[in-house]
């Protein structure tokens, strides 16, 4: 067989070799962080932005885009630490309701033909409304099987790994390998010919958004998990960060490109940033602009490879 | 007759029947005690997102895809680099402006810059060049919260015949656009690449060209009123932008401004930002939290959207 | 193959189509058998691909019936017609770019679902790439948009003979070979006779002459929206489908008079694969050809290399009049008149802000010239019809000062009356000094310039000159002959 690299594993190569390299620098600087609790200090966070990533990328592999992420995100948190820890029943309807709205608001963006961003932006009023009506000040408390399960010690690897390691893989096995994962993302390639072949694009982008509130769901129960108490802003951030780590991990914005094992190294990546300059003895001002400067450089490198690829084959 | 028929067709002139509305609800219930007041912090209020929103309004305008989402990182740093430059001196003042302009222009350059050199859609650019501009708002400010100098203090919580000085400020600004978007050569170009770039290629604008000063223009609105907002609030805060990313983005949807690009309007802006001001104040008056303004905020969104959708040009 | 041996495997009867005042297709009648290959052949509007779209159920016919095995489908669609094992291989790429090739092969056959779909998915596609390309070397866990062209066309033409569930019968096949090279063309035209011999049917289209002559069973002539000939492919040669192709000299009347413009200079240059290009002023040059060889991607180089992005030019170099008015023509939500004004702002224009007295004034003058049809020029563009909204683009092209008008077949759908007064003026300004590029896809325009370029396979084969420029030649650059 003759070897053949595809662009998808170029777009991923990038983003592990970011990756790798931030986490090195790290090591050289702090040889202590190679321990168990070094790991899990450095990573501590990723796993609810990999989560909000996950979510994210689903909506972007339809072509859209969640503006509404963190303030849902948020939501969820204070729903986790409210209801879901004093009345466990009624927390769970509250969270599979909320994932059927998010089932909803794909088909009424389908149906109308509206755009995503101002449809999400709404929501995000919307979801910020209820979490500060859950929540006016912060408090709250995590459920205890969500905190013994954020807090676990597994052997080998800390929990932050682990569990990335796992969204990764469950992830991937929904959005790459499963019927539905190619149907999304047919639909954000070329949409007309998924529809001439029979398909409901409707249905699948009810699908589409549906999964990536189940996750996004997800997401803000961990976050409780790590964060013990919860508020109406905890997640704002994430909006933000959850497009940054799609795209950082190779995803694009039009055309169904995504990759779940990319995004959650994106998010990964995003997480590190920050530790990173601490050990750098850089005062942690400049966290958020690392992250900005990781997605420009590896967008720039990302444009390099393709300039360089093309170059190569083109004709 | 005729004329109700034609305003009524001006996609601004449902923000504003909203804005009377919600004015006349809350004054009800005051007993009209304090029209005067509620009409002038309204004013003031709305004028920073007038400002912010007129710059992203343009960007908008541009065509789907155009968003600016470094304008509250913008005002954040145009507001703390130049309150540490005036260093509460009066002297400074002029300095400090141009600074603030300098810095939206900066900001500008780069986020098109980026667009155009990694050929990444404009949000994208925004994000990142935002996540920089946050951070170098951080590293400036330190903490420290300097007083502006004491004219501006005075000048931004004033105001000339019973009008607010910072909503005399945005409606200058108002009219400037009005101006560029009506009467200029650059009003139309933009307008015809929001509704197709490449007709607007083809009929021989430099599209590239356009763009690039929209961005700028943009950010150095964004600057001009985290200059103000940080003059008017006594001092620089490092979130004080915050508010302003999906707040300029929602007074423009509410405003009538097409969201598929081409077509926008200022008035609409007006209507939209007191309007949004407004509602607070209503829902406060009746004794309803923030949550229930948010949820509503949001809501009203997306009924305007749902409403705007459904009369689609392109659908005929 | 089941036992319906002499019934069509689809039938349309007497059917017609229009779109606005076009005639697409005006009655017309075609069987496919069972175990055939039907060559079709025609030049730009002829009603080719509007028929293709009727057989597999894109399009209804306004007027006309369509059977399969013998009886009557009323309600016949894109669905309908996939359960009948209709496929069609568009000249457009249908697949998913951002999938792979299994990946396709699983959004094109709903039916494949379930656990291990992937297996069954690899079998389905690799048995049908093995079958018609031996030898293809395609992984088929790549990604589709990172093949090549002819990659993607090959996979797109295996999927088409693929059996997943629904055994396809009838293959439509339009210009299959277009980026696959001669060996490759090869052992398609082999396997589509394997598939004839073996009961199924294929509508092939193509411009390769001898490809069709020694593929096809039966061979049809269409031109106008009428089939004009049908006979067995034995019977054809190249030479006489060319002339099939053609019509009774018509349109002589419009000719224009020879002009001798060899002394003008040169206002347009470009040199790429094929024969150069070089336009000079005053003159009219036709690009010609069959639909999609290259013309449109000339044009727009020619306006890429004349205009600018960054700064406005004071003189514009180059105008444009685009043919597809919704993709890069009109500006819908604007009114006539600024629709008309543009391209020619700067001349109305004192220090950036627009004289709107002026603007007017020259919309006016220009609805008056061109005749636009309409009591308000202030109404929205939307407002007119097709043809005055073609006027508009016309206008705002010719109302710059730009020396050079690049025409992008803006006459399609455009009714004869309008297409009369347009002619008129662009024969008035070239006489003026205004050198116009017109692509156009109907053979009445192309004979109407002064010199004709035709394209094939996105270079340019052949230059005509004066009394060259004729419909035959045209056709014979148009369709490959195997000598050329």
Same mark, same amino acid.
């Given at each position: 067989?003759?070897?053949t690299v595809?662009?998808?594993?170029?777009r991923?190569?990038?983003?592990?070799?970011a990756l790798?390299?931030?986490?090195?620098?790290?090591?050289?600087l702090?040889?202590?962080?190679?321990s168990?609790?070094?790991?899990?200090l450095?990573f501590?966070l990723?796993?609810p932005?990999a989560?909000?990533?996950?979510a994210q990328m689903l909506?972007?592999?339809v072509?859209?885009?969640?503006?509404s992420m963190?303030s849902?995100?948020?939501?969820v948190?204070c729903?986790?630490a409210?209801?879901?820890?004093?009345?466990?029943?009624v927390g769970?309807l509250?969270?599979?309701g909320?994932v059927?709205?998010y089932?909803?608001?794909g088909?009424v963006i389908?149906?109308?033909n509206?755009p995503?961003?101002?449809?999400?932006l709404g929501?995000?009023f919307v979801?910020?409304?209820?979490?500060?009506?859950?929540?006016?000040?912060?408090?709250?408390?995590?459920p205890?099987w969500?905190?013994?399960?954020?807090?676990m010690?597994p052997p080998?690897?800390p929990?932050a790994i682990v569990a990335s390691?796992?969204?990764?893989?469950?992830?991937h096995?929904?959005?790459?390998r499963?019927?539905?994962?190619?149907?999304?993302?047919?639909v954000?390639?070329n949409?007309?010919s998924?529809e001439?072949?029979g398909?409901s694009v409707?249905?699948?982008?009810a699908?589409?958004?549906?999964l990536?509130g189940i996750f996004?769901v997800l997401?803000?129960?961990?976050?409780v998990g790590?964060t013990?108490?919860?508020?109406?802003?905890?997640a704002?951030?994430?909006?933000?960060l959850s497009?940054?780590?799609?795209i950082l991990g190779g995803?694009e914005?039009i055309?169904?490109?995504?990759?779940?094992v990319?995004?959650v190294?994106?998010a990964l990546t995003?997480?590190?940033a920050?530790s990173?300059?601490?050990?750098?003895r850089?005062s942690?001002?400049?966290?958020?602009?690392?992250?900005?400067?990781? %997605?420009?450089v590896?967008?720039?490198l990302?444009?390099?490879?393709n300039?360089?690829?093309?170059?190569e084959t083109g004709? | 007759?005729?004329?109700?028929?034609?305003l009524?067709?001006?996609?601004?002139i449902?923000s504003w029947v909203a804005?009377? %509305?919600v004015?006349?609800?809350?004054i009800?219930?005051?007993?009209?005690?304090?029209?005067?007041?509620?009409?002038?912090?309204?004013?003031?209020f709305?004028?920073?997102s007038i400002i912010?929103?007129?710059?992203?309004m343009?960007?908008?305008?541009?065509?789907?895809?155009?968003v600016?989402?470094?304008?509250?990182?913008?005002?954040?740093?145009?507001g703390?680099?130049?309150?540490k430059?005036?260093?509460v001196?009066?002297?400074m003042?002029?300095?400090?402006l141009?600074v603030?302009?300098l810095i939206?222009v900066?900001?500008g350059?780069?986020n098109?810059?980026l667009?155009?050199?990694l050929r990444?859609?404009p949000?994208?650019?925004t994000?990142?060049?935002s996540?920089i +501009?946050?951070?170098?708002?951080?590293w400036?400010?330190?903490g420290?919260?300097i007083?502006?100098p004491g004219?501006?203090a005075?000048f931004?919580?004033?105001?000339t015949?019973?009008?607010?000085?910072v909503?005399?400020?945005?409606l200058?600004?108002?009219l400037?656009?009005?101006?560029?978007?009506?009467?200029?050569?650059?009003g139309?170009?933009?307008?015809?690449?929001g509704q197709?770039?490449?007709?607007a290629?083809?009929?021989?604008?430099?599209?590239?060209g356009?763009?690039?000063v929209?961005?700028?223009?943009?950010?150095?609105?964004?600057?001009?009123?985290?200059?103000?907002?940080?003059c008017f609030s006594g001092?620089?805060?490092?979130?004080?932008?915050s508010e302003y990313?999906?707040?300029?983005?929602a007074?423009?949807v509410?405003?009538?401004?097409?969201?598929?690009?081409?077509?926008?309007?200022?008035?609409?802006?007006?209507?939209a930002s007191?309007?949004?001001y407004l509602?607070?104040?209503?829902?406060?008056?009746?004794?309803?939290?923030?949550?229930i303004?948010?949820?509503m905020?949001g809501?009203i969104?997306?009924?305007?959207i749902?409403?705007?959708g459904?009369?689609?040009p392109?659908?005929? | 193959m089941?036992?319906?041996?002499?019934?069509?495997v689809?039938?349309v009867a007497?059917?017609?189509?229009s779109?606005?005042?076009?005639?697409a297709?005006d009655g +017309?009648t075609?069987?496919?058998m069972?175990g055939?290959?039907l060559?079709?052949?025609?030049?730009?509007?002829a009603g080719?691909s509007?028929?293709v779209?009727v057989?597999n159920?894109?399009?209804?016919?306004?007027?006309g019936?369509?059977?399969?095995d013998g009886?009557?489908l009323?309600?016949?669609?894109?669905n309908a017609?996939?359960?009948r094992?209709?496929?069609?291989?568009?000249?457009?790429?249908?697949?998913c770019p951002n999938?792979?090739?299994?990946?396709n092969?699983?959004?094109?056959?709903?039916?494949?679902?379930?656990?291990g779909?992937?297996?069954?998915?690899?079998?389905?596609v690799?048995r049908?790439?093995d079958?018609?390309?031996?030898?293809?070397g395609?992984?088929?866990d790549?990604?589709?948009?990172?093949?090549s062209?002819?990659?993607?066309?090959m996979?797109?033409?295996?999927?088409?003979f693929?059996d997943?569930?629904?055994?396809?019968?009838l293959?439509i096949l339009?210009?299959?070979t277009?980026? %696959?090279d001669?060996?490759?063309?090869?052992?398609l035209l082999a396997?589509?006779?394997?598939?004839?011999?073996?009961g199924g049917?294929?509508?092939f289209?193509?411009?390769i002459?001898h490809?069709?002559?020694?593929?096809a069973?039966?061979?049809v002539?269409?031109?106008?929206?009428?089939?004009?000939?049908?006979?067995p492919?034995?019977?054809?040669?190249?030479q006489?489908?060319?002339?099939?192709?053609g019509?009774?000299v018509?349109?002589e009347?419009?000719?224009r008079?020879a002009?001798d413009?060899?002394d003008?200079?040169?206002?347009?240059?470009q040199?790429?694969?094929?024969?150069?290009f070089r336009?000079r002023?005053?003159?009219i040059?036709?690009l010609?050809?069959?639909?999609?060889h290259g013309?449109?991607?000339?044009l727009?180089?020619?306006h890429?290399?004349?205009?600018?992005?960054? %700064?406005?030019?004071?003189d514009?170099?180059?105008a444009?009049v685009?043919?597809?008015?919704?993709?890069?023509?009109i500006?819908?939500?604007?009114?006539?008149?600024k629709?008309?004004?543009i391209?020619?702002?700067?001349?109305?224009a004192?220090?950036g802000?627009?004289n709107?007295?002026?603007?007017?004034e020259?919309?006016?003058?220009?609805?008056?010239?061109?005749?636009?049809r309409?009591?308000?020029m202030a109404?929205?563009?939307?407002s007119?019809s097709?043809?005055n909204?073609?006027k508009v683009?016309f206008?705002?092209?010719?109302?710059?000062?730009a020396?050079?008008?690049?025409?992008d077949?803006?006459?399609?759908?455009?009714d004869v009356?309008?297409?009369?007064?347009?002619?008129e003026?662009v024969r008035?300004e070239a006489?003026?000094?205004?050198?116009f590029v017109w692509?156009?896809?109907e053979?009445?325009?192309?004979?109407?310039?002064?010199r004709v370029?035709?394209f094939?396979?996105?270079a340019?084969?052949?230059?005509?000159a004066?009394?060259?420029v004729t419909?035959?030649?045209i056709?014979?650059?148009?369709?490959?002959?195997e000598?050329?």
């Amino acid at each position: 067989m003759r070897l053949t690299v595809s662009a998808d594993a170029v777009r991923l190569t990038i983003p592990a070799l970011a990756l790798t390299l931030l986490l090195a620098a790290v090591f050289w600087l702090q040889p202590r962080a190679m321990s168990y609790i070094g790991l899990n200090l450095l990573f501590n966070l990723a796993v609810p932005i990999a989560l909000a990533t996950i979510a994210q990328m689903l909506i972007m592999a339809v072509n859209d885009l969640d503006l509404s992420m963190g303030s849902f995100v948020s939501f969820v948190a204070c729903v986790a630490a409210t209801f879901l820890r004093d009345a466990p029943l009624v927390g769970t309807l509250i969270l599979a309701g909320v994932v059927i709205v998010y089932s909803v608001l794909g088909i009424v963006i389908h149906l109308r033909n509206l755009p995503s961003i101002v449809v999400s932006l709404g929501m995000s009023f919307v979801w910020a409304g209820l979490a500060v009506l859950l929540l006016p000040a912060p408090g709250g408390q995590a459920p205890d099987w969500v905190r013994a399960l954020m807090t676990m010690k597994p052997p080998i690897a800390p929990m932050a790994i682990v569990a990335s390691i796992a969204i990764a893989i469950l992830a991937h096995l929904i959005v790459m390998r499963s019927s539905l994962g190619v149907v999304i993302r047919g639909v954000g390639g070329n949409e007309r010919s998924v529809e001439r072949a029979g398909w409901s694009v409707l249905a699948t982008r009810a699908g589409a958004y549906g999964l990536a509130g189940i996750f996004a769901v997800l997401a803000g129960i961990a976050l409780v998990g790590l964060t013990t108490s919860a508020d109406a802003n905890i997640a704002l951030r994430y909006t933000l960060l959850s497009i940054a780590g799609v795209i950082l991990g190779g995803g694009e914005f039009i055309g169904g490109r995504v990759s779940p094992v990319g995004a959650v190294i994106g998010a990964l990546t995003l997480t590190l940033a920050g530790s990173f300059l601490s050990f750098l003895r850089i005062s942690p001002d400049w966290q958020i602009g690392a992250q900005g400067a990781i %997605l420009i450089v590896v967008l720039a490198l990302r444009l390099l490879l393709n300039r360089i690829e093309s170059g190569e084959t083109g004709r | 007759m005729k004329t109700l028929e034609r305003l009524s067709r001006r996609p601004w002139i449902w923000s504003w029947v909203a804005v009377f %509305l919600v004015w006349f609800a809350t004054i009800i219930v005051t007993g009209g005690a304090s029209t005067l007041g509620l009409t002038q912090a309204a004013l003031t209020f709305a004028a920073f997102s007038i400002i912010v929103g007129i710059g992203q309004m343009f960007v908008i305008t541009l065509g789907p895809g155009n968003v600016d989402l470094s304008v509250p990182s913008t005002m954040t740093l145009a507001g703390t680099v130049s309150l540490k430059l005036m260093d509460v001196d009066n002297g400074m003042i002029l300095p400090g402006l141009v600074v603030a302009v300098l810095i939206g222009v900066a900001v500008g350059l780069l986020n098109y810059g980026l667009i155009k050199a990694l050929r990444i859609p404009p949000i994208i650019a925004t994000l990142s060049m935002s996540f920089i +501009v946050q951070s170098a708002a951080i590293w400036t400010n330190r903490g420290l919260r300097i007083k502006p100098p004491g004219f501006l203090a005075e000048f931004t919580t004033s105001g000339t015949l019973g009008v607010p000085n910072v909503a005399i400020i945005a409606l200058l600004i108002s009219l400037g656009a009005w101006f560029l978007l009506e009467r200029t050569i650059y009003g139309r170009w933009i307008s015809a690449i929001g509704q197709s770039m490449p007709a607007a290629r083809m009929a021989g604008i430099p599209v590239d060209g356009t763009r690039f000063v929209t961005y700028v223009f943009c950010a150095v609105l964004a600057a001009l009123a985290g200059y103000l907002l940080a003059c008017f609030s006594g001092g620089a805060a490092l979130n004080m932008g915050s508010e302003y990313l999906l707040m300029s983005i929602a007074v423009v949807v509410l405003g009538g401004t097409a969201v598929a690009g081409g077509d926008s309007n200022v008035p609409g802006i007006w209507g939209a930002s007191l309007f949004m001001y407004l509602v607070v104040s209503m829902l406060n008056t009746y004794g309803l939290g923030a949550g229930i303004r948010l949820i509503m905020t949001g809501l009203i969104i997306i009924s305007v959207i749902m409403l705007a959708g459904g009369r689609q040009p392109g659908a005929r | 193959m089941t036992g319906n041996g002499s019934k069509a495997v689809i039938e349309v009867a007497d059917a017609k189509v229009s779109f606005g005042a076009v005639k697409a297709l005006d009655g +017309v009648t075609l069987a496919i058998m069972p175990g055939e290959c039907l060559g079709l052949v025609g030049h730009n509007g002829a009603g080719k691909s509007t028929i293709v779209s009727v057989i597999n159920g894109g399009l209804t016919p306004h007027q006309g019936s369509i059977c399969g095995d013998g009886e009557i489908l009323a309600r016949y669609g894109i669905n309908a017609a996939r359960a009948r094992g209709v496929r069609c291989v568009f000249q457009e790429l249908s697949l998913c770019p951002n999938l792979t090739v299994i990946e396709n092969a699983r959004v094109l056959h709903r039916h494949l679902g379930g656990f291990g779909w992937r297996t069954r998915a690899k079998e389905v596609v690799e048995r049908s790439l093995d079958a018609v390309f031996p030898g293809h070397g395609i992984a088929s866990d790549r990604t589709v948009g990172d093949l090549s062209i002819a990659e993607r066309q090959m996979v797109e033409i295996a999927m088409a003979f693929s059996d997943a569930g629904t055994t396809p019968r009838l293959i439509i096949l339009d210009e299959p070979t277009s980026s %696959l090279d001669a060996s490759l063309a090869d052992r398609l035209l082999a396997h589509i006779r394997r598939f004839v011999a073996a009961g199924g049917s294929v509508i092939f289209i193509s411009h390769i002459l001898h490809e069709i002559l020694t593929t096809a069973n039966r061979i049809v002539v269409m031109k106008d929206g009428r089939i004009v000939a049908e006979r067995p492919a034995a019977v054809w040669t190249e030479q006489s489908l060319v002339e099939a192709m053609g019509s009774v000299v018509k349109g002589e009347a419009h000719r224009r008079k020879a002009r001798d413009l060899a002394d003008a200079p040169v206002v347009v240059e470009q040199t790429g694969r094929g024969m150069p290009f070089r336009a000079r002023r005053g003159e009219i040059v036709g690009l010609a050809g069959l639909a999609g060889h290259g013309q449109t991607r000339m044009l727009m180089k020619l306006h890429a290399t004349a205009s600018a992005d960054w %700064l406005p030019r004071r003189d514009p170099a180059i105008a444009f009049v685009a043919g597809d008015r919704r993709l890069n023509g009109i500006f819908e939500l604007w009114s006539i008149l600024k629709n008309l004004s543009i391209a020619s702002l700067g001349d109305l224009a004192v220090r950036g802000v627009v004289n709107s007295g002026a603007e007017t004034e020259r919309a006016g003058e220009w609805k008056r010239r061109i005749e636009i049809r309409t009591p308000d020029m202030a109404n929205r563009i939307l407002s007119l019809s097709g043809g005055n909204q073609q006027k508009v683009l016309f206008a705002r092209a010719l109302s710059t000062r730009a020396p050079v008008v690049l025409m992008d077949d803006p006459m399609r759908g455009v009714d004869v009356g309008t297409k009369q007064e347009v002619y008129e003026i662009v024969r008035q300004e070239a006489a003026q000094g205004r050198t116009f590029v017109w692509y156009s896809t109907e053979m009445e325009e192309v004979c109407l310039c002064d010199r004709v370029y035709v394209f094939r396979e996105g270079a340019i084969v052949a230059e005509l000159a004066g009394d060259a420029v004729t419909e035959e030649n045209i056709l014979a650059a148009s369709f490959r002959a195997e000598a050329a």
